[in-house]
């Protein structure tokens, strides 16, 4: 089987990206009905897909990432893709449960990278 070009990929996260806003406005104007909160999950669930794909191609291409980081991100990868397949099929009975679903699990992934991204922030000598 041929594997996908990291052009290709990116492009694919990219358009998959464009469609947050178009399901976002669509749930404002629905009030959150099922359908556009469920599609509002799949387009997460389809961001985090791609998201995935390129983190691979770049964890192959990098010697310095340990079996055990590796196996450490395709875990973290295949639950929260799970967890959005999940929240956009509780969405289509729960609209209000599945979009919770979904604040919750992105919640739980920016949580960290945040707080990464503030500890180095911190540690950075400030210039006068």
Not at 82 to 105: D, M, R, S, T, W
Not at 116 to 124: D, P
Request: proline share 5%; glycine share 4%.
């Amino acid at each position: 089987m041929r594997r996908l070009t990291p052009i290709v990929v990116n492009f694919a996260h990219l358009f998959s990206m464009s469609l947050l806003p178009l399901s976002t406005a669509w749930m404002a104007i629905s009030k959150l009905a099922p359908e556009p909160v469920a599609f509002y999950a799949a387009v997460f669930f389809l961001v985090n897909a791609t998201y995935i794909c390129l983190i691979r191609e770049l964890v192959e291409r990098t010697h310095d990432v340990t079996a055990q980081v590796r196996k450490i991100l395709w875990i973290r990868s295949i639950t929260t893709l799970c967890l959005f397949g999940l929240a956009a099929v509780i969405a289509l009975k729960y609209p209000l449960v599945g979009l919770e679903f979904v604040f919750v699990v992105w919640l739980s992934i920016s949580g960290p990278i945040r707080a990464e991204r503030k500890r180095k922030n911190l540690a950075r000598p400030r210039g006068r």
